[in-house]
């Protein structure tokens, strides 16, 4: 006789359903959504936090890297918004941007949009409830069994809805925006959309921002979802810079992208100075002769944890998907790369192929690479690789008889091989941006040990 | 000036080099001959500080200094040079941005000024004309994908930049096609000045009826074990080795 096992619920899962019972009467949306909420909340509490014998999660054990819940994030006071205003003046911050703040989207922060792109916050859109639009918010796809993004819609604050209009074609990014206000630690439960009309063209450029007040309280738990659709011909090249979460933070990133025909996606993504990260992308070919680029670089230090989980169905023929990832990892950082290409009976001339390599600087890092094909096509091209290793010693000797000190060459050696994926962006500005932020790394990292120490 | 005295090293227990002793003064082009696996290689990369090799006993000293308790980037500063017998490929690391590292490297290691941009691209353009080293080559990743000879010449170029006091050639006669082998030639000889020492490690007499030695060591079994004028590299082409390799094994 089996006896079921009821695992007791953790203290964040107790936490979470206090809050869910508490907001639920609050947060936006009308009768429809309201269900919406209450099923998803039933989906998570079924299985709780992902833990390390839910497969997809085994390499982050959320049930035991995240003790504890923090209280739900309230939308931004008016003193807030002004103070941002004026940061974002003083800094000249970036053009046609979107501001999320603290999840809460904040037309007033955001400014320069173009022609051609319809813009409006997730609250607003969940209260109308045009249909077209719930539908795709809530269509979860490969992403269904996941207790986090279940946890998201049950949750959701706000966000922002972004629709370009049919063969708009806009060359400049747009930024979208993450910024951390909250003068204490809270969670964020944002869930934004982007349908990229047929023919049309977008480049997406998220970053994150800590507010000056906010600075000593970057330890806050972020759980956002992306929901993309690339109507026919449509094509999105999108990055994502996923920094300045302190440790004890936790950033959860779900991405759910469905393509259509003779579409085009770019995805790349720098992960650095974070405490707990987990990116995952559900991507499904719909439509037949499309491709997807995604790409990534985590550098890591400390006690830091980032995980790159990816799930790529070819539901459609004759798609080609490219997934290359690399990590650099020093101190006692973990890396986890899945990625797992699905290949759906009928989707024949499949072109999948996904690489993973990790350079592990210290004794004490850890990866953690899965690589996994599911076939069920004949006629198929899909391949994997992985690597893990330290640097190259004869290519470090070879540059030190050239007179580079051991530290520069390192540091050239890692550039290197973090830069390859950089450069393969596609936009000069956001190449010299993102290469300046991996500079920065590798310049704290070559930092005294005591001086690292105290920013860990 | 490069004097090695009673050089003693060994790896993992296996005797490479033993008590070997040479001098190469200013000024002097010495030919290292011998046959494979006499520890010529092992020699240059000795010099140049590889970690790989346990130093029984010895000493290396450069222009009158030990230099083997230094780090290999400061014995670079210090003037020497090593050219690989095979260049390491460093993709990713455009080559003009690592000419720029490592010269701007020295430099400061020296107590000099960084190079200007225009001042570096100058003596780039100079020395990389002379060598038949185009500007498509100085933008791709150093070494990735060059050819043998590319690979060679782009060592020249960095010896010619670098300026080194004293510089061991490793077999970069090796791998190259008649033009190729004059044009590295002709590298080297513009080099030669009576403040700068050459060690020139080869298998094959021809390199040094372009680059003439002014002598000729014979290494075997980890030490030097004859030495000469360049007429010792002519009679080494007739003869072959065995004569040294016997010789040797017997004492």
Known sequence: MNADIIPARTPAEIFLADAFNASRGRLPGNTKVAKWRADSFGVFSASGLPHRRVEAWHYTDLRALMRDALPLAMAPSPETIDELRKEF??????????????????????????????????????????????????????????????????????????????????????????????????????????????????????????????????????????????????????????????????????????????????????????????????MRFD???????????????????????????????????????????????????????????????????????????????????KPELEIFSDDVACGHGATCGGLDLDQLFYLQTRGLPFAQAEALLLEAFAGELVDGIGHQGLIKVFRREVSAWLSTRNRPAAARAAIA | MLEIKNLNVSIGGRTLLDDLDLIVRDGEVAALMGPNGSGKSTLSYVIAGRKDYTIETGEILLNGESILNLEPDARAAKGLFLAFQYPTEIPGVATLTFLKAALNAQRKQRGQQELSTPDFMKRVRTSAGKLKINQDMLKRALNAGFSGGEKKRMEILQMALLEPSFAVLDETDSGLDIDALHVVADGVNALRSPRRGFLVITHYQRVLDHVVPDRVHVMAQGRIVRSGGKELAVELEKNGYRDYVVESAVA
């Open chain 1, 89 to 282: 003046a003083a800094a000249g911050a970036l053009v046609r941007r979107l501001v999320l703040v603290d999840g809460f989207f904040v037309p007033e922060l955001s400014s320069g949009l173009p022609q051609g792109i319809n813009v409006r916050s997730l609250a607003s859109v969940l209260s109308e409830g045009r249909p077209d639009l719930i539908a795709l918010l809530s269509s979860q796809g490969l992403a269904a069994q996941d207790s986090i993004v279940s946890l998201n819609a049950a949750l959701m604050q706000d966000g922002v809805v972004i629709e370009v209009a049919p063969s708009t074609l806009i060359a400049e990014p747009v930024n979208l925006i993450h910024v951390t206000a909250s003068p204490a630690p809270t969670a964020h439960f944002s869930r934004s959309a982007l349908i990229v009309g047929a023919g049309a063209s977008l480049r997406l450029a998220e970053s994150m921002h800590v507010a000056n007040r906010a600075e000593s309280v970057r330890a806050g738990q972020a759980n956002a979802c992306l929901i993309v659709s690339l109507d026919n011909g449509a094509k999105l090249a999108h990055t994502a810079m996923v920094m300045g979460t302190a440790p004890g933070g936790v950033r959860l990133e779900s991405v759910m992208v469905r393509i259509g025909a003779r579409a085009k996606f770019d995805s790349f993504a720098l992960v650095a100075g974070i405490g707990l990260v987990r990116r995952q992308m559900f």
């Open chain 1, 287 to 369: 439509g037949a002769e499309s491709e997807a680029l995604l790409s990534g670089v985590s550098l890591l230090g400390g006690r830091e944890h980032a995980d790159t989980t990816l799930l790529v169905e070819h539901a459609a023929p004759g798609c080609v998907s490219r997934e290359t990832f690399k990590y650099i990892l020093d101190d006692e950082a973990t890396g986890v790369f899945q990625g797992k290409i699905r290949v759906a009976p009928g989707a024949q001339k499949t072109d999948g192929k996904m690489l993973c390599k990790a350079l592990l600087l210290s004794n004490f890092a850890a990866m953690n690479s």
